[in-house]
């Protein structure tokens, strides 16, 4: 690559300025679709919780999405919304819906039978049985989908980079090295990308940790 | 704890139809089923799987809503109170606890008080007590999680918890059902001792005669269909079964279980011939010797037993000691069931037990003979106010 070295660290401390911008652009590509895929996913999963045949459509439709190549995608939604942040916030939200219905209704279903007769049996309207006893039971494997689901927008928001400069991300140092054959461009991009998922995961399990003390209780811990 | 209010609970010609589908799913259903429980008084429904006795029971916290009839309490009609205001009146114990895992033991216990919006501090004060009343030790185990707890301490918290804002009326399905035979009867024993100051009204479900025998004041046993084959007290449906059903499903050894239904106090003791120790030995043998058992029963000054003494094994003379003294039969007090009195006795040399006081003094003898002459004489004997409960777990552990 014609001498220019592997990793140019002049370069990288040159422009922190940048790194730091790219970061918070690829925290907004992560964040908002995560958040209202989360927001969508739980009011659909309540609203099929016991609707079999509404769970299998509402999954096979959010597969279908899911298939649909986030290029594909990106290009298609940028007809409406031209090169704005809603073009890469729309399909990066679609591809949460997956993850996130089926892991918030798979977290409605581990709350035991005995647990919901009870509630019921005690008094609880259906709306305090539902945010008091079957929400918080369920946060274990909803906790699985929101780590999943970040860590995949994570990656696929590096495609944002379509968007250009004022959205782009991380993914912004990829196509720019590719584009001018500067290595460091795309090993910084794809590494700080990396890091970061690993970062958001590590901090989601720890935050999941504080929110579930029970659920680590057992017969020995005393 | 002191006594709250109890309510009556009165079926009237309640039924529960279900159609074919639900009836393969084990829905018991009921027919016609009228029954008065009076205020204060465990009515346990015991019956074979699909009789119907766990669908009973939920058609009073309505749970289940009964396809025609009427369940009253306290005279009411269920069907015309609002449902969670109804439900948070009512106790509601189950088999596999319900408790909630994601909360402490403590915001367990005081979920029906948090439900009626009373403060923090009376919940708390409230869950503490419980759990003291329940025999938990607050300090120990109120902020611990349920999965921390064993399945007998579970059940506890589970009893608390249905008690917490001092309901009329309990439903208990099963309570007892999923822990160990060994917890169980401590468990039951604890209840029932609670009971005696509580004084609820409670419906209580199980499978098992024997529970059923032991906890229930009344007892309705049920058959397939949601039938009730009998609605006694337990001693009257173990001495005269309505139906060859019920017989056979309370078992062909009911005259034993009749026995866990009385105390050594129902009946009138034999005089011991008693042997004072440093008493001469000539003038024990005469006595001993006019004993129907042909022993006299050595004993220290404080009429304490040490041993018995019999006739044709003693010295001519002097003083007697423990050295000659053969080995005790059992100990028994007046709150010892006759059905443990009898299988003590079974397994001991002398057939007959020495029941002793609080002080471990002598009272009197109960013989072998004398339990079963009672037996038939006693076929309508009712265990008026000595209501067996704890009180053979003590002999037998005291």
Known sequence: ??????????????????????????????????????????????????????????????????????????????????????????????????????????????????????????????????????????????????????????????????????????????????????????????????AFAMTADLILVRVERRATPWARARAGAR | MTAGHAATVEYEHVTKAYDAAALRTGAGAVNDLSLAIPAGKICVLVGPSGCGKTTSLKMVNRLIEPTSGRILLDGQDVAGRDQTELRRGIGYVIQQTGLFPHQTIEENVATVPRLLGWSAERQRSRAEELLATVGLDPAKYARRFPAQLSGGERQRVGVARALAADPPVMLMDEPFGAVDPIVRERLQNEFLRLQETLAKTILFVTHDIDEAIKIGDLVAVMQAGGIVAQFAPPAEILAHPAS??????????????????????????????????????????????????????????????????????????????PQHAASLSPLLDRRTTLKDAMSMLLGSDVQA????????????????????????????????GDRVDAGGDEAATA
Do not use: C
Not at chain 1, 6 to 18: A, C, E, R, S
């Open chain 1, 1 to 194: 690559m014609n001498g220019k070295p592997f990793l140019d660290l002049g370069w990288i401390g040159d422009h922190l300025g940048l790194i730091w911008e790219r970061f918070t652009q690829h925290l907004e590509l992560t964040v908002v679709p995560v958040a209202v895929g989360f927001v969508v996913s739980l009011a659909i999963a309540i609203a099929i919780l016991h609707r079999p045949r509404a769970y299998a459509v509402v999954i096979a439709v959010a597969g279908i999405l899911y298939t649909i190549p986030s290029l594909a995608a990106f290009l298609l939604v940028s007809r409406f919304t031209g090169l704005s942040l809603l073009t890469a916030v729309i399909p990066l939200t679609t591809y949460t819906l997956l993850i996130l219905v089926r892991g918030i209704v798979a977290g409605f279903r581990t709350v035991p039978e005995d647990v919901l007769e009870a509630a019921t049996g005690m008094g609880y309207t259906a709306r305090q049985r539902l945010l008091r006893v079957e929400l918080p039971l369920a946060v274990p494997l909803i906790f699985t989908a929101i780590r999943l689901a970040t860590v995949t927008t994570i990656g696929l928001a590096t495609v944002a980079a379509i968007l250009g400069d004022t959205y782009g991300g991380f993914g912004q140092f990829l196509t720019e090295g590719l584009q001018t054959f500067f290595p460091t461009k795309i090993y910084l991009g794809a590494g700080l990308s990396v």
């Open chain 2, 244 to 321: 060859a059903f019920v017989a056979r499903f309370v078992g062909t050894d009911r005259g034993l279980k009749r026995l866990s239904l009385f105390r050594v106090s129902s009946l009138d003791l034999q005089p011991a011939t008693l042997a004072f120790l440093g008493e001469d030995a000539a003038d024990v043998r005469r006595r001993a010797a006019a004993d129907p058992l042909a022993s006299a029963l050595l004993v220290d000054a404080e009429r304490r037993p040490i041993g018995w003494l019999v006739a044709a094994e003693m010295p001519r003379s002097g003083p007697i000691g």
């Open chain 2, 353 to 384: 037990g020495i029941v002793v006081d609080r002080h471990d003094a002598v009272r009197g003898l109960v013989t072998v003979g004398q339990i079963s002459d009672w037996v038939r004489r006693s076929g309508d004997a009712v265990p008026a």
